[in-house]
């Protein structure tokens, strides 16, 4: 019988796309030409015999019922030979990376990503700092991080991109549909992006505005919100039990984005795998039922 063989680094880059929406967005996260990674997708898209993409004028607008089948594939596919090498290989890298992420990580996707990790990197030492964007994104061009993980809400020069979400107002279930003015807010400090987002859609609507409550928790925030105290904005990912989702009279907000920004000079490969199984729990989470 003819076997048939389907290029795992094609599959790579058809994960990137589907990740990142973009040709040159995939092949820059992938180190590779935007030509180079169109004629993988072609030549897979020719092995099947299937079009696995959709293009309008030139930019990708999702993928075909064929392309979203074999992404999930990919991703597990992708996944175990990553785990498999990596199992198999033994990687005999010590030392110490310096990693900078926002608090809200440590709760959701950091216990599955350090797990991984570990197993993968048994011989590196990891040492963390938990900040605003603002104080980690200082740290690694000062060259005391190895590599930040950050927020923003719009461009990031230097950085990759690994998650994309939108951001929302919520509050807690006794919040009444009527809008209190000064609009009660709960809030991170000064530099959050979110934060900066938030103030800055209530400014452009001419909305007043007061800080009721303030912290650098996230479990915190959340407790001052399902208290009553006010309204916060916080990507969909962290609506917790005892919040809800508001949109009546307030202005829409932009999406939240995860960027990942490396120290200056060559990286070790361990901290590209580090934010890559950041970024990969993240889709898993998502793509997790409820």
């Given at each position: 019988?003819?076997?048939?063989?389907?290029?795992?680094?094609a599959?790579?880059?058809l994960?990137a796309?589907?990740?990142t929406?973009?040709?040159?967005?995939?092949?820059g996260?992938?180190?590779?030409?935007?030509?180079?990674?169109?004629?993988?997708?072609?030549?897979?898209?020719?092995?099947?015999g299937?079009?696995?993409?959709?293009?309008?004028q030139g930019?990708?607008?999702?993928?075909?019922e064929?392309?979203?089948?074999?992404?999930?594939?990919?991703?597990?596919?992708?996944?175990?030979?990553?785990?498999?090498?990596?199992?198999?290989?033994?990687?005999?890298?010590?030392?110490t990376?310096?990693?900078?992420?926002?608090?809200?990580?440590?709760?959701?996707?950091?216990?599955?990503?350090?797990?991984?990790?570990?197993?993968?990197?048994?011989?590196?030492?990891?040492?963390l700092?938990?900040?605003?964007?603002?104080a980690?994104?200082?740290?690694?061009?000062?060259?005391?991080?190895?590599?930040?993980?950050?927020k923003h809400?719009?461009?990031?020069?230097?950085?990759?991109?690994?998650?994309?979400?939108?951001?929302?107002?919520?509050?807690?279930?006794?919040?009444?549909?009527?809008?209190?003015?000064?609009?009660?807010?709960?809030?991170?400090?000064?530099?959050?992006?979110?934060?900066?987002?938030?103030?800055?859609?209530?400014?452009?609507?001419?909305?007043?505005?007061?800080?009721?409550?303030?912290?650098?928790?996230t479990?915190?925030?959340?407790?001052?919100?399902?208290?009553?105290?006010?309204?916060?904005?916080?990507?969909?990912?962290?609506?917790?039990?005892?919040?809800?989702?508001?949109?009546?009279?307030l202005?829409?907000?932009?999406?939240a984005?995860?960027?990942?920004?490396?120290?200056?000079?060559?990286?070790?490969?361990?901290?590209a795998?580090?934010?890559?199984?950041?970024?990969?729990?993240?889709?898993?989470?998502?793509?997790?039922?409820?």
């Open positions: 019988m003819l076997r048939r063989h389907l290029d795992i680094e599959l790579r880059a994960v796309i589907a990740d929406a973009s040709f040159s967005q995939a092949a996260q992938l180190g590779r030409t935007q030509s180079a990674v169109s004629l993988q997708i072609k030549r897979l898209e020719e092995t099947l299937r079009t696995l993409l959709r293009r309008v930019r990708v607008d999702g993928a075909t064929e392309g979203r089948a074999l992404i999930a594939y990919a991703r597990q596919i992708l996944r175990l030979n990553d785990e498999a090498y990596h199992c198999v290989a033994r990687e005999t890298s010590v030392g990376l310096r990693v900078g992420l926002p608090e809200e990580l440590m709760e959701s996707v950091f216990p599955a990503a350090m797990r991984r990790f570990r197993e993968q990197y048994p011989g590196m030492r990891l040492t700092r938990c900040d605003l964007s603002a980690l994104l200082a740290a690694v061009d000062a060259g005391t991080l190895d590599l930040a993980l950050f809400c719009g461009a990031a020069p230097a950085a990759l991109d690994l998650w994309q979400e939108p951001l929302a107002w919520m509050a807690g279930e006794a919040w009444a549909n009527e809008r209190p003015t000064p609009l009660p807010l709960a809030l991170f400090g000064e530099n959050c992006a979110f934060r900066i987002a938030a103030t800055g859609a209530l400014a452009r609507e001419g909305i007043e505005w007061r800080l009721a409550y303030t912290g650098s928790s479990t915190g925030l959340r407790h001052a919100v399902a208290c009553g105290l006010g309204v916060t904005v916080l990507p969909r990912s962290l609506l917790a039990p005892g919040l809800s989702v508001v949109a009546a009279g202005p829409a907000l932009p999406d984005h995860l960027a990942v920004r490396h120290a200056a000079g060559e990286s070790h490969p361990a901290a795998r580090f934010a890559a199984l950041i970024g990969e729990e993240m889709r898993l989470r998502r793509a997790a039922p409820g």
